[in-house]
């Protein structure tokens, strides 16, 4: 699972002689398994609003350990800490302080959440100043957490309460191992929409779930999750992947649809299969994609078209006739597969950034389509994640590619597949348009 | 009323009991969708794979399309016809290896070619009567990981050896061996009763039936082109699961022409006196593959949220002599087809599709020609003339064994699940649903046809 290099610094002689040598030391990430804790360790609630008050109790009321003041030196387990009032940038000062002895009480694998408004340019220059550094103290407050404590941040526009179904649920997601490799992030709750799910070990219970690209990869690993969640999946892959999209449809009990999604009527012939089958639609993953890399230079007719087409245009399509159909209406949810490719670009790589762009593009233009039927779009942005896309990488490339984030390796398809799941689930009906990155605060796109 | 998660109460949407007194009324049997892995010329992706492997990875993909996984299956019937003595339960054996319920039977079938289509007749039989809910038919061979049988001198030493109980009676028995006994017995395709291959059984057929080497390369090249065509349109998208490495039959030669056809030697029928015309280009090579049918009752398949693609509404197995050569060794189905229809009250007018197994090119052409041949008619037949014509343009039409190959036990299967789906896609013609008709010829001088009929 874990890269060779990270499990070998992570204990006994290996964790010595890299400590010595001041070489980095990745740490093992908590991961989210059903049933476990959705966090070890107190959670510190810092801030004097309304809205801290108001958190602490509904974090009280799912029996968590809340403390309001920092004891010093006890572990906690998560500090989450409540900015939404702030007028000017002297305002900052006092809650950020009031943190920082606590930082360093922060347990392995610790979580470090900010709720705040987004400077969305409606308020005075004043306001928006404070609510921007936010943004800046965040980012730098993740860069100096170590072992595996990640810091996030969630932005409620006014209006939007820290108790609304959403903030909950992306509280949930971020304090969970679910976010495992979600870091120096934030996630705008942009409506009080969404609910929370009756029973958070199956927060996709009773839903129908098509996923792309699902024969191997991230795909196969966005399948497993969704099936652990409760989802009833479709699995969709090109004829040619079938024997693989089979046996990871044999082990999650889904049905295979053997699909080429560059097809015109790919969105139609799934809406059949998933109703014919099923009875109903309700997510869409769009996570199949293609990879044809070459420098502009060298770039040709066939390679550009096949990734505009399989990574963008498809998925175009495919929206058109799910937005279409009177079978996607009952909160439906779509969630892209995006890459920090598309927001730092990389060399090599135009057509893929260009179409990974596009996602982006197409998701926000699509969020207000979806959401006149209850629904909602979001895209996630994998930075370097452990695949067998990643593997045939050279080594001495690869390593830096893992390296460079604040937590110092590479992401599990599975941390992908949790974002998409989280943002799938009914409890992020508030998150809509989004782009979530899952890249360990990589240095590239930041 | 279920009994360790096993309903006991027998089928689920049974007949009316009232009904049992005397004949219950039958229920349809409906063909749900089919799956095979692709087919590969022998000696190629498959060598390494067993029977077993394969009718496993068609059972996990057929398992996987319909969401089947853990569903217990009323019953699995499926064969082989080049099977090792270690095979003895396949079918079970399969089961057990795939994602179905383990509580799922199964059981072995072998009529040589007709293998499969014979699973399906048979279960679709019992599913028309009310004895089971689904089944799954299908059928598997590989000629690359065929048995090799022992010669029967060393076979007989081996097997004194095992009785043998002291040392000294064991090295008796050994000293027994000869170099010769050491050389094992291939299998071949030879008719036990005559010696002759079927490649030289087609032969004399088609030189009785004065079939032309044009006519046969010009099935041969539809049978390549029609396949290419429907594997472009994506037509076998629902019909195939990829297996090591082919998500395509390796046989298909999608840049075939007649005039490459043209070219190659005959290989069967040179003793014969007459011009030898068949090819390794009109003749289906040795193949390795496996192909799976899911059968259900229109409750079960309702029940499940699964398409109804097809009833299997009749078939008919027919045998000829040709040990004493009144007729060729393949051409069973041009007697098994008339009698077929008549108990219908059909005629080969009333069908859209014709799926006749390419054994051989000549194989089809000559039961046509029986059946265009008014003498054949009246003398063999027992009608006023000849049986009838069958329009060319409903033949075959996505390619077949020629061009796809043809894994003895899995050709059923294959055309089964393949012609369910195209009657499906045609709908109705005049009034009345589409209708299909297979045929498929066999070893031993048999035949097994079916009709089936769109839903």
């Keep these: 699972m874990t890269d060779k290099y990270t499990q070998l610094v992570s204990q006994g002689l290996g964790r010595n002689i890299a400590r010595k040598l001041g070489l980095p030391q990745p740490a093992l990430l908590r991961r989210y398994t059903p049933g476990e804790a959705l966090i070890s360790g107190p959670i510190l609630i810092q801030g004097s609003t309304a809205a801290a008050d108001q958190l602490a109790a509904t ?26 009032e702030l007028a000017s940038p002297e305002d900052l000062e006092k809650p950020v302080l009031s943190v920082a002895s606590s930082l360093r009480d922060l347990a392995p694998s610790g979580r470090f959440i900010t ?13 928006a100043a404070a609510r921007q550094g936010v943004d800046g103290f965040l980012r730098s407050v993740a860069k100096e957490l170590r072992a595996g404590a990640t810091a996030n941040g969630i932005l409620l526009p006014e209006g939007v309460a820290a108790t609304s179904p959403s903030a909950l649920a992306a509280l949930r997601f971020f ?9 120096g992030q934030f996630l705008t709750v942009s409506t009080a929409d969404g609910q929370l799910p009756s029973d958070f070990d199956k927060p996709l219970a009773g839903k129908v779930a098509v996923v792309t690209g699902a024969a191997r990869g991230i795909g196969a690993a966005i399948a497993r999750t969704l099936h652990r969640d409760g989802a009833t999946l479709v699995l969709v892959d090109i004829p040619a992947a079938g024997d693989h999209l089979a046996a990871v449809a044999n082990e999650v009990h889904g049905t295979a649809l053997q699909l080429d999604i560059a097809r015109e009527d790919a969105g139609q012939r799934i809406i059949d299969h998933a109703i014919q089958r099923h009875g109903r639609l309700d997510v869409v993953v769009h996570n199949a994609g293609i990879t044809r890399d070459k420098l502009l230079a060298n770039m040709d007719h066939s390679r550009w078209n096949s990734v505009l087409n399989v990574n963008i245009s498809a998925q175009l399509r495919i929206n058109d006739a799910l937005l279409a159909s009177e079978h996607f209406r009952d909160s439906p949810r779509i969630v892209s597969v995006a890459s920090t490719s598309g927001i730092a670009g990389n060399r090599g790589q135009t057509n893929y950034a260009a179409s990974k762009a596009g996602v982006m593009g197409m998701v926000s233009a699509t969020a207000s389509l979806l959401s006149a039927r209850g629904g909602t ?32 390796q590479g992401g599990q398809p599975t941390d992908v597949a949790e974002a998409i ?11 809509n348009g989004a782009v979530l990155r899952v890249c360990g605060q990589n240095l590239v796109g930041a | 009323m279920s009994v360790d998660g096993q309903s006991v109460t027998g089928p689920q949407d049974s007949t009316d009991p009232a009904a049992r007194g005397g004949a219950p009324a039958l229920r349809r049997a409906v063909i749900v969708g089919g799956n095979r892995i692709p087919f590969a010329r022998s000696g190629g992706a498959y060598t390494k794979s067993s029977n077993q492997d394969m009718l496993t990875a068609a059972l996990d993909g057929l398992i996987a399309r319909f969401g ?21 339960n396949l079918t079970r054996e399969a089961v057990l290896g795939s994602a179905l319920s383990p509580e799922t039977p199964a059981y072995d079938l072998q009529q040589a070619c007709a293998t499969g289509l014979e699973t399906v007749l048979g279960l679709a039989n019992k599913i028309k009567l009310g004895q089971i809910d689904s089944g799954i038919a299908g059928g598997v061979d590989s000629a690359s990981d065929a048995p090799i049988a022992v010669s029967e001198g060393l076979r007989e030493v081996l097997l004194d050896l095992n009785r043998a109980k002291t040392l000294p009676q064991r090295l008796q028995v050994l000293s027994r061996l000869r170099p010769k006994d050491l050389a094992p017995d291939a299998p071949g395709t030879g008719e036990p009763r005559t010696g002759l291959s079927m490649g030289e059984h087609q032969a004399l057929t088609t030189a009785q039936w004065n079939i032309s080497r044009a006519a046969q390369d010009e099935i041969a090249y539809n049978s390549h082109r029609n396949l290419a065509a429907a594997y472009d349109a994506g037509f076998f998208d629902d019909l195939l699961t990829p297996y090591r490495g082919l998500s395509r039959d390796s046989n298909l030669r999608v840049d075939t022409t007649p005039e490459k056809l043209a070219t190659l030697k005959p290989v069967f029928g040179k003793n014969l006196g007459a011009e030898a015309t068949m090819t390794a280009g009109n003749s289906t090579p040795l193949t390795d593959g496996a192909s799976t049918v899911l059968l259900a009752s229109e409750a079960w398949a309702d029940a499940h949220d699964l398409p109804k693609l097809a009833s299997v509404v009749d078939g008919e197995a027919a045998a000829v002599d040709f040990v004493h050569g009144k007729d060729g060794l393949l051409m069973a189905p041009a007697f098994a087809v008339p009698r077929l229809l008549a108990r219908n009250g059909l005629t080969l007018e009333d069908f859209d599709f014709f799926e006749i197994h390419e054994a051989f090119a000549a194989t089809v052409l000559s039961t046509l020609a029986a059946w265009e041949d008014e003498e054949f008619g009246k003398s063999r037949l027992g009608l006023d003339g000849a049986f009838g014509i069958i329009d060319r343009a409903k033949l075959n039409v996505n390619g077949s064994s020629l061009a796809a190959g043809h894994p003895f036990a899995a050709t059923g299967g294959r055309i089964a699940a393949t012609l369910a789906k195209m009657l499906h896609a045609k709908g109705t013609v005049d009034g009345r649903p589409a209708r299909g008709l297979i045929s498929v010829c066999a070893a031993g001088g048999q035949g097994v046809v079916a009709i089936l009929e769109a839903l």
Excluded at chain 1, 62 to 78: I, N, S
């Design chain 1, 377 to 408: 779009i979001n895209a996630v942005a994998p930075g370097f994640i452990e695949t067998e896309m990643t593997a045939r990488i050279p080594f001495a490339v690869r390593e830096v590619g893992r390296r460079l984030n604040s937590l110092q």
């Design chain 1, 115 to 127: 709720l705040s408004r987004p400077a969305d340019g409606s308020g005075t220059p004043s306001v």
């Design chain 2, 68 to 88: 089947l996984q853990d569903e217990r299956i009323g019953e699995v019937a499926a064969g082989a016809v080049l099977k090792h003595s270690r095979d003895f």
């Design chain 1, 175 to 183: 304090l969970s191992g679910r976010s495992a490799f979600v870091d």
């Design chain 1, 59 to 84: 974090l009280l009321s799912w029996d968590l350990d809340v403390r309001r003041h920092a004891v010093p030196r006890e572990k906690l387990g998560a500090i989450i800490l409540v900015l939404d």
């Design chain 1, 421 to 431: 799941a989280f943002l799938a689930s009914d409890g992020a009906g508030g998150i």
